[in-house]
């Protein structure tokens, strides 16, 4: 995790400043102190506490191993379909994505009412996040990972926009920042959530008060459902190619192959 504190004075007085100036869309490229300002007080007028933006700001610096990585990263699905569910479902996590629905049963099943998605959709997706919560979630600090993003002109307003999530993350105490730690993308959690869908479809299913993806099994998979069912799941219906299932699955992901490696997984587990 990057030090974060050394610069926290510097961008609580800069923030004072900026926070009076109407907002305005942060411009990408150029100096990145310029932008980060430009984007602290942004997050300013959308409501997010100085001491929330200065912590998560202050300091950050850009990461170009991230921007090679998003470079490289745009071949990963162009693997066929055999090639590619091969490497991801295997038996042993066929049979731990068994287990999980076992050990989970009452939950999933609770979920299933509420939503509308099977037990082995979410078992699925979860397992090929994060190997059921036990494998890597990534362990990039996601507000460097974002400023770096969004910094980047290619894609900014989408990186901008997350990284006003990722504050209100924070500002929200779904997560402390120092679990603000993710994937190259700024991904979070257990099924792996951009910011943005953490705010947009996250699900305090275990009622603390916080959505946490992170630590929290069924705010995770209440989390997943309700996002598919939020983009059209339907529920009792099939979830093969062709379907409006299969197509509600293109939130999660927009790859033909990763979708098809879904219900191939839930297939697995559901037999």
């Known amino acids: 995790m990057v030090n974060l504190r050394p610069a926290l004075a510097t961008c609580a007085a800069v923030l004072a400043l900026l926070a009076a100036a109407p907002a305005q869309a942060a411009r990408c490229g150029g100096d990145f102190n310029t932008f980060i300002s430009s984007m602290s007080a942004e ?10 933006i200065a912590q998560a700001l202050g300091g950050v610096s850009p990461d170009p191993a991230v921007l090679a990585f998003d470079r490289r990263q745009r ?42 998605v099977p037990p082995q959709i979410l078992v699925a997706i979860w397992g090929l ?29 989408l990186f901008q926009g997350e990284l006003l999530a990722a504050l209100k993350i924070v500002q929200r105490g779904d997560l402390p920042l120092r679990d603000m730690v993710g994937a190259y993308a700024g991904e979070l959690g257990q099924t792996q959530f951009l910011p943005s869908s953490y705010i947009k479809y996250g699900v305090d299913f275990d009622g603390n008060g916080h959505v946490d993806l992170r630590h929290s099994v069924p705010d995770v998979l209440a989390s997943t459902a309700n996002l598919l069912k939020t983009n059209g799941w339907r529920a009792g219906g099939s979830y093969e190619e062709g379907t409006s299932n299969f197509e509600a699955m293109r939130e999660w992901n927009r790859a033909l192959v990763y979708r098809k490696t879904i219900a191939y997984f839930a297939d697995q587990l559901a037999q």
Request: some cysteine; glycine content about 12%.
């Open 43 to 52: 997050a300013s007028q959308a409501g997010i506490s100085q001491d929330v």
């Open 75 to 116: 071949g990963t699905f162009n693997k066929t379909f055999e090639q590619y569910v091969s490497t991801r479902v295997g038996a042993g996590r066929v049979r731990t994505g068994k287990a999980m629905m076992l050990r989970h049963a009452s939950l999933l099943s609770r979920i299933e009412q509420r939503f509308g």
């Open 129 to 157: 996040e994060s190997d059921f919560g036990k494998g890597d979630m990534g362990k990039l600090p996601v507000f460097r990972v974002l400023a770096t993003m969004a910094h980047d002109c290619r894609r900014t307003e």
